[in-house]
């Protein structure tokens, strides 16, 4: 998700529950019952890379967190929400001792490192990922982000390109090209993605794809239409992802999601 000016959408977060969102409302959930707990990172790669989960390489399947590091990481979370930066790294520590090859971990890690500035740091850890996970669609779609991030625009646009080549369902890849080509003012690359997208069917992606053109031009009240019509359609509060892609280029107010009616 993103979180704050320029930050990446795969951050770090905390809700209250049972879920503690790590890496683009990534999770460890205890489901009741088993008490088991499920990767979101696999969640999120299912969502949004337009892969299958049983398409996935199973040698790559990132392995579910521990109770135990599941607890750490939403304290982690906790503090990244208070923009307390050293402190969360500090706490993720005890995470790291039990688990230094965790991958909610690490994308927890290069989160707060990527939010606190340390771009570079972050990099390092998400490059890590990718080399450990070359088919795995998270660490390359970070890499893209920490380039937008960095605004620079070209490098990033080429970076999703690249990654809409190795996942061709993928329309999150296809939005952050629109986003990317609506910053340039490049009006073809976005009517093109947005005819594309269109094309595609209804989705969510859609609607905030149509959201963002709109705003981009000015209209903020057609940009609200669309943004209610992709919650009210396709079920509300699960797209905080697409909410905030458009939050962290200045589209839409930071810190309000679910957005208020």
Known sequence: MIFGGGSLFLGLTALAGDSVLVQGDISGVVHEGDKKVESELNKFEADYSGQSATAMDASEKKQPVT???????????????????????????????????SSEVLNAKAAILSESGDLAEARKIYSQLAVAQPKAFVPRYDLAELLLMAKKYDEARQAFQELLKAFPNCDLARFKILLIA??????????????????????????????????????????????????????????????????DIGFVPQGEYPPKN
């Open 182 to 247: 609506l910053i340039q003012k490049d009006s073809d690359g976005a009517d093109a993605m947005l005819a594309t997208l269109k094309q595609r069917g209804p989705s969510a992606i859609g609607d905030y794809a149509l959201a963002a053109n709109a705003i981009s031009y000015g209209d903020i009240g057609a940009g609200r239409q669309w943004i209610e019509s992709a919650e009210a359609d396709f079920g509300g509060g699960n797209h905080r992802v697409l909410y905030d892609s458009l939050a």
């Open 67 to 101: 109770p135990k590091v599941r607890e750490i990481l939403k304290e982690a979370g906790l503090l990244y929400y208070q923009r307390r930066f050293p402190a969360a790294l500090t706490t993720l520590k005890k995470a790291e001792k039990i688990d230094p090859g």
